[in-house]
């Protein structure tokens, strides 16, 4: 597959650029480098006239023709090692890893409708926070925004969402929780960044069941009073008492 659809596309994404920004060099080179040796070719024929009426300039023509000729290969080398760098050729992909993907479904078929010891209920991971984000991005677009993800990027917050009339930004931090949970864990940049940023920011709470089914999302604006303490790397708040401040997003 990376053979036949990735490795295609991304090189001649590459090749693209490479010839784009080569040809541009090509072009400057040549404009300037020509320039320069008309330039020496015109001054060693003044400096040979000058000589045959028997003058004695400083530069004699033999050391500006000589000149000349320095710059035109100069060209020629430059130009011929430009062509080179248009001749890509792509490598063969190399295996860094791979996963072996199992429908929780087909494992609870195997072992005859019972899920197996190791197939412990949904938790707090990695897999309930794609749920929740899944849940967002769905509520901002039909509220006509345009979200876009940001979690990765350490801003203090999951989602980055823009009107669709304004285009105003709003930053939405995203905190996927067990419909049992009593707390949340939030952490001292995202605390700091919701104040800074108070009228925009919003903190987003999706609880979900015991099915993994989210839960319509708790928007609760103006979530934190205060800043932690400077040591505290996070800080757990009361579910309920986040909920209760949730609003009807718009």
């Not at 053979?3 to 404009?31: C, G, M, Y």
């Not at 019972?114 to 929740?132: F, H, K, N, Q, Y």
């Not at 677009?141 to 009107?163: F, K």
């Amino acid at each position: 597959f990376a053979i036949s659809k990735l490795v295609p596309k991304h090189f001649q994404e590459i090749k693209s650029r490479r010839e784009s920004l080569v040809d541009k060099t090509h072009d400057a080179v040549k404009n300037r480098l020509t320039q320069e040796i008309a330039f020496w070719d015109h001054r060693a024929q003044e400096l040979k006239a000058q000589e045959d009426a028997g003058k004695q300039p400083k530069m004699n023509s033999q050391k500006a023709q000589h000149r000349a000729d320095e710059l035109n290969d100069r060209l020629q080398k430059r130009l011929e090692d430009l062509e080179l760098e248009k001749k890509l050729s792509p490598l063969a992909p190399i295996v860094q890893g791979g996963a072996l993907i199992v429908p929780i479904g087909l494992i609870h078929k195997l072992s005859k409708g019972t899920a197996p010891p190791d197939v412990a209920p949904i938790r707090d991971t990695r897999t309930s926070e794609l749920i929740g984000m899944k849940s967002v991005f769905a509520m901002e677009r039909s509220l006509g925004n345009q979200p876009r993800d940001v979690s990765d990027q350490n801003c203090g917050y999951d989602i980055e969402s823009a009107d669709g009339k304004t285009g105003r930004l709003r930053f939405l931090e995203v905190k996927a929780r067990q419909s049992h949970a009593e707390t949340v864990t939030v952490t001292r940049n995202e605390v700091v960044t919701a104040i800074n940023s108070r009228e925009n920011y919003f903190l987003v709470v999706v609880l979900i069941d015991e099915n993994g089914n989210a839960r319509p999302p708790v928007y609760v604006k103006h979530p934190f009073e205060k800043e932690p303490e400077f040591s505290a790397a996070s800080t757990n708040y009361k579910l309920k008492d986040l909920l209760a401040k949730g609003i009807t997003p718009q």
